[in-house]
């Protein structure tokens, strides 16, 4: 078992989970806990930009925890999207921006939940509470995961905190969001080095409701139908995810983040829950186009989950 408290956020991580988990071990550092952070995957080509730029590597990847092991969550709480092995460790604390689900402990924690775009957010505030600098190294994680979870401020789930800590953040580390924002969300969009597999499952988050097991993919690009041209394999692909994990719905999402909309394509014997969720037809390639549409979590998965009793 690590010694150090393991800090992690989500599998299948994002740029937030990435950086945030640094950001926050650092924090940790300031209030006398060692900590270590840790990541659940593979980095995504987006926040491989942000490590290549700060010349930097990335946190240590750990596939399960030990009985035991004392734990930070960040960027997620759901159990389906944690580290294996998180029933039988100590969680200490959350931070956290997504809804509560299925969390249970059984000692006291900390527990910081706010409605903001980005973890980075929460932790921006939270440095500026213990009255602690924040260098240029801790400034360009935070603003790498703003901008990638708030699509460069233009996602819904963006607050008013979200654009005040990009300003300060700008300042401290002497980037602009707009340039060096944009450059991180490009190099993401890449997709051409990854198999249909491997596609499905660069940002896949799994929610379960009432025995309901769904999959909500997404992935950015600046061409919708570059990426629904390989509709055919990534259809084989899912169908295979679906088998094997027994999914009832699987949804993959192609994120248009120029003109902020997303196509969607739905699979599994409960494929219909997003014509219901959405008030639309799928058409004859399973699909249908979500105008406006670019936050899973506000946006995709809450009318879904409202429509499974
Ligand atoms: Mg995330
Ligand atoms: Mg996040
Ligand atoms: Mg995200």
Redesign the pocket.
Known sequence: MENKVLVT??KNP?T??ICSSIVMANLAKHYGVDCKPVRLGNLNKETEYVFKHLNMEAPELIEKVDEGQKLILV??NEKAQSVEGRENAKILAVIDHHRIADFETNEPLYYLAKPYGCTSTLLFEEYKKAGLEIDKVMGTLMLSAIVS?TLLLKSPTCTEKDVKAVEELEEITGLKASEYGLDMLKAGTDLSTYSSQEVINLDAKEYEKNGKKIVISQVNTADIDDVFSRREELEFAMEKEIAEKKLDLFIFVITDIINTSSKIIALGADKELTEKAFGKKLDEFDSMMLEGVVSRKKQIAPPLLEVID
Request: no cysteine; aromatic share 0%.
């Open positions: 956020g989500h994002d937030d989970s960027d997620h979870d």
